[in-house]
C-alpha cells in the first residue's frame, strides 16, 4: 500500500559498494610506487578515479542503476563532509568545501570519459592533470596508473551491472 516508503533493494548496497570502492583506493600502492601525493588532495584524485570506473560502467544501463549512481555519489559527499568536520575544517568553510570537490569530481568524470573514449584518447595528459595535478611523477608510473586503469574499465565491463548494483565483485587486483 504504501510502497513510497520502500527503498529500492539495490540501494540499500550503495554504502557497500562506496567502501569497495573507497579500500581501492586506499591501497598504499597508489601512494607509494604509483607516487600519487599522500595528502588529501591525491587521495580524492585516487577516489575520483575509482568513482569514474563506477559512474562509466553503469551510465548506460537501466534507470535503477542511474538512481544507483546519484545514491553513490550523494554517499561519497556525505563523507566528504564527515571528514573535513573530523579534520578540524571549520563548519562554515565545510560546505563550500564539499560544494568544491562535488564540481572537481563532476569535472573529472567528463575529462575520463573523453579521455577513455575511442574519439579523444590522450589518456596520459588527463591522468598527469588530474591524478598528478601537472606535476607527472616518471613515465613508468603514468603508464602503470593508465594500464591499471584500462584493465580496471575491460574488468567491469565483464561484470553484470546488477553484480555491481549489488555489490558483488571487486577491482582489478593488478597494480
Keep these: 500500500m504504501f510502497s513510497f516508503f520502500k ?3 539495490t540501494l540499500t548496497n550503495v554504502d557497500k559498494v562506496y567502501r569497495i570502492v573507497v579500500d581501492q583506493s586506499r591501497k598504499p600502492i597508489f601512494y607509494t610506487e604509483l607516487l600519487v601525493p599522500d595528502n588529501i588532495d591525491g587521495r580524492f584524485d585516487v577516489l575520483s578515479l575509482h568513482m569514474f570506473f563506477i559512474f562509466s560502467r553503469l551510465k ?3 534507470h535503477k542503476a542511474a538512481d544507483f549512481s546519484q545514491s553513490l555519489f550523494d554517499t561519497m559527499f556525505v563523507d566528504m563532509d564527515q571528514s573535513l568536520r573530523e579534520m578540524g575544517v571549520g ?3 565545510v560546505g563550500k568545501r ?12 567528463e575529462a575520463y570519459d573523453k579521455a ?3 574519439e579523444y584518447g590522450d589518456i596520459e595528459a588527463t591522468i598527469i592533470r588530474n591524478i598528478y595535478r601537472g606535476d ?3 613515465l ?3 603508464k602503470r596508473l593508465i594500464n591499471y586503469s584500462k584493465g580496471t574499465i575491460e574488468n567491469l565491463a565483464l561484470i553484470p551491472s546488477e553484480e555491481i548494483l549489488h555489490a ?3 577491482f582489478n587486483q593488478a597494480i
Design 7 to 9: 527503498r529500492d533493494k
Design 60 to 62: 548506460n544501463e537501466e
Design 91 to 93: 563548519d562554515l568553510s
Design 98 to 109: 564539499v560544494k568544491d570537490m562535488g564540481k572537481a569530481l563532476l569535472g573529472r568524470i
Design 116 to 118: 577513455f573514449s575511442a
Design 136 to 138: 607527472g611523477p616518471h
Design 140 to 142: 613508468h608510473q603514468i
Design 168 to 170: 558483488n565483485f571487486s
